[in-house]
Antibody
């Protein structure tokens, strides 16, 4: 049974970089042929996909955020991370990391495992 | 980008009734469509993947159907814990996209 846990600051100043880490326990992220993802949800609004990283390190990003986003993998720590630069108030959201269950969706982006989410507020 | 349109935005029903939620894609997503349930203050929960496959531990009252551009999530007999927001999501093409959600109210 996989568990995912987001960590990082809950408050980021405008124009700075938001940095979050997702720690995966219960399986090695580098041994599973699947996509790991970041999704966010502004308060009271719907879900927005931010981007995904394949176990090999290939990345895919939401075009609306692509110029500001970077997702990376650290196999040694069994973590994947999100960096979002030049943040503004609309980037205030609950940020989730997520991953698929083995055998589901061919390792593709359908998310069975979710972290609890972390609220990141952009404010000075 | 594939746009997913969910309808209705809000559905008001009572326990024991049948719920039918719709998700329409702007172009074919084949069967690469998932449904999620989100209760207040919780992370989304995968209900259905690849249009009609129930995820582990999801009750049999939840079922998914459709392919191409039109999909349906059916809850055969509503339980009190089913009142939540439901999202569809496609993985046919990048970028991954979600529908705007359907709120299921008592």
């Amino acid at each position: 049974q996989l568990q995912l846990q987001e960590s990082g600051p809950g408050l980021v100043k405008p124009s700075e970089t938001l940095s979050l880490t997702c720690t995966v326990s219960g399986a090695s992220i580098s041994s599973r042929s699947c996509y790991w993802g970041w999704i966010r949800q502004p308060p009271g609004k719907g879900l927005e996909w931010i981007g995904s990283i394949y176990y090999s390190g290939d990345t895919y990003y939401n075009p609306s955020l692509k110029s500001r986003v970077a997702i990376s993998l650290d196999s040694s720590k069994n973590q994947f991370s999100l960096k979002l630069s030049s943040v503004t108030a609309p980037d205030t959201a609950v940020y989730y990391c997520a991953g698929p269950r083995e055998g589901y969706c061919g390792g593709g982006s359908c998310y069975y495992y979710w972290g609890q989410g972390i609220l990141v507020t952009v404010s000075s | 980008e594939i746009v997913l349109t969910q309808s209705p935005a809000t559905l008001s029903l009572s326990p024991g009734e049948r719920a039918t939620l719709s998700c329409r894609a702007s172009q074919s997503v084949s069967s690469y469509l998932a449904w999620y349930q989100q209760r207040p203050g919780q992370a989304p929960r995968l209900l259905i993947y690849d249009a009609s496959n129930r995820a582990t531990d999801i009750p049999a009252r939840f079922s998914g159907s459709g392919s191409g551009t039109d999909f349906t999530l059916t809850i055969s007999s509503l339980e009190p814990e089913d009142f939540a927001v439901y999202y569809c999501q496609q993985r046919r093409d990048w970028p991954i996209t979600f529908g705007q959600g359907t709120r299921l109210d008592i």
